[in-house]
């Protein structure tokens, strides 16, 4: 998805207007695991200096996404495609000089864009087939005959009911149940 | 030697795809007298869904350590995502008393309960602290002294530190020095610590390719005659992916890449066979030339 990710070099780009801001974002952002040091940030460009894929995106840039989340500029870093792009490297949650968990930030920006439904595709597929079989993959039965040739010992079950009972309570997995490629072509 | 026994944990990429991985480290474990358990029950460790979900994440792998905690046994896994997943929620919810009770509320629904009483530990942690790596060495009995290799740890065995920390992620040791025991050569190069792209796959596979084709560039610069993953994400992107790349970026490498294991295991004195090169992707013919070739030369 984010192969094209025109619209978002030019969100980053155009104008900010005080009226799309969301002044109270940065404060719900801090109350959630993993983005509580936010407010730490001083700009320093380590986190992208250093990042791997912002050397070969023209527009994927870890501290852009910091400011612009702290500035409240909700909806653009929410739809953003690059937000997606992020490898989860933790080179920069490990260099920043503020202890800012940047990798964790970007996680918690991801976790908000799902729940607004915003869910690239590999995603969908592997929620579904975790809730399907437990495994995040789709494990063909050949896969698993050729185990015993193999001299291996056959895979532990999953168990999809109980997994299903155990995230019951969460509201994003109840929408992820038949988004699944699979599943929808059925 | 020791006799250390623990539940393996093979997660969903190995079993999908990557089976020299698992044949290779069970037959190596075996050897230098680590005991494997199968997990009674298994589910994804979780970190494949933290992107959209930290909770579903979080439950997720708060099971399997509650399904391990029955056994009553240590966690062993190949997989380095899920050996960094399941440390950081153990340490996690250990130490968060409110989150726990959070999380064991959605584990009851299915009657589990995580209490924290295992540790989770990943194949080159127990080869380094519970084989010892002059133990390792000790078991050689075919050295490879003809073989220059270079290492590609992978990031989630490294970091964040605050939740990984056995090795250091600016400057790892044990990987190199466990490619040492066999008496390879572990070269050093250019960006080592770097990440093979694997998880941008699906999203953009362009940025991904890249990130593997700069490892590949920098491991042939040095004259590696192979590259030793110990992460199936990793292993794929450079041995699945190696002949894409070279068609995609008009280059040629041939570079073997072998998990750390398949390795070790020739040290041990196994066969290619036993240690399933067959599966491997990338040619291993003259790689295992040459090092029947240096063998000669040792038995002289
Ligand atoms: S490295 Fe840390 S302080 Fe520097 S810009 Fe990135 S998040 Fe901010
Ligand atoms: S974790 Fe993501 S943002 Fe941070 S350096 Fe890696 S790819 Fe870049």
């Known amino acids: ?186 | 030697m020791p006799n250390s026994k623990y539940l393996i944990f093979l997660g969903c990429a190995i079993p999908y795809r990557v089976a020299a991985y698992e044949i290779s480290a069970r037959k190596v474990l075996a050897k230098l007298g680590v005991e494997l358990v199968e997990m009674p029950e298994f589910n994804c460790c979780g970190l494949p869904l933290d992107p959209v979900s930290h909770e579903t994440m979080l439950i997720l792998a708060a099971r399997n350590l509650a399904l391990a905690e029955q056994q009553g046994l240590n966690i062993l896994t190949l997989c380095p995502g899920c050996a960094g997943t399941l440390k950081k929620v153990n340490k996690i919810l250990k130490e968060d008393k409110a989150l726990r009770e959070q999380i064991n509320g959605h584990l009851k629904e299915s009657g589990l309960e995580f209490k924290g009483t295992i540790t989770t530990k990943h194949l080159l942690q127990v080869l380094k602290e519970d084989v010892g790596i002059d133990n390792v060495k000790n078991a050689v009995v075919k050295p490879l002294n003809m073989l220059n290799v270079a290492e590609h740890n992978g990031c989630h065995i490294l970091r964040p530190k605050a939740y990984i920390g056995f090795d250091d992620p600016e400057d790892p040791q044990t990987l190199k020095a466990l490619i040492e025991a066999t008496g390879a050569t572990c070269l050093d190069y250019v960006d080592e610590t770097e990440c093979c792209g694997a998880p941008s796959v699906g999203v953009s596979d362009k940025v991904a390719l890249q990130l593997a084709r700069d490892k590949l560039n920098h491991v042939k610069m040095v004259n590696a005659q192979a590259l030793i993953t110990i992460c199936p994400f990793c292993h794929i992107m450079y041995d699945t992916n190696e002949l894409r790349i070279e068609k995609m970026f008009n280059e040629v490498y041939g570079i073997p890449v072998l998990h750390y294991p398949q390795l070790l295991g020739l040290a041990l004195g196994m066969t290619p066979e036993e240690l399933a090169f067959n599966e491997l992707r990338v040619s291993t013919k003259k790689l295992l030339e040459q090092v029947n070739e240096g063998a000669k030369i040792n038995e002289q």
């Open chain 1, 1 to 186: 998805m984010a192969e094209n990710a025109v619209a978002v070099k030019d969100a980053m780009k155009e104008p900010i207007r005080a009226s799309e801001l969301d002044p109270k974002f940065k404060y719900q952002l801090i109350k959630l695991h993993g983005s509580e040091k936010l407010l730490k940030c001083f700009q320093c460009g380590t986190c992208t200096s250093d990042c791997p894929v912002a050397r070969y995106s023209d527009s994927y840039r870890p501290r852009t996404l910091i400011h612009m989340a702290r500035l409240g500029l909700k909806d653009r870093v929410l739809k953003s495609d690059t937000l997606w792009l992020c490898a989860a490297c933790f080179t920069c949650t490990d260099r920043c000089p503020q202890g800012v968990e940047v990798a964790s930030v970007i996680r918690v920006l991801r976790n908000l864009a799902a729940e607004e439904g915003i869910v690239p595709q590999v995603f969908k597929d592997q929620c579904s087939s975790v809730l399907q079989s437990g495994y995040a993959y789709k494990i063909s039965e050949l896969r698993l005959k050729k185990r015993d040739t193999l001299g291996l010992p056959p895979l532990p079950k999953g168990n999809p009911e109980s997994v299903q009972k155990s995230l019951k309570g969460v509201s994003f997995m109840k929408n992820m149940e038949n988004k699944g490629e699979n599943d929808a072509k059925q």
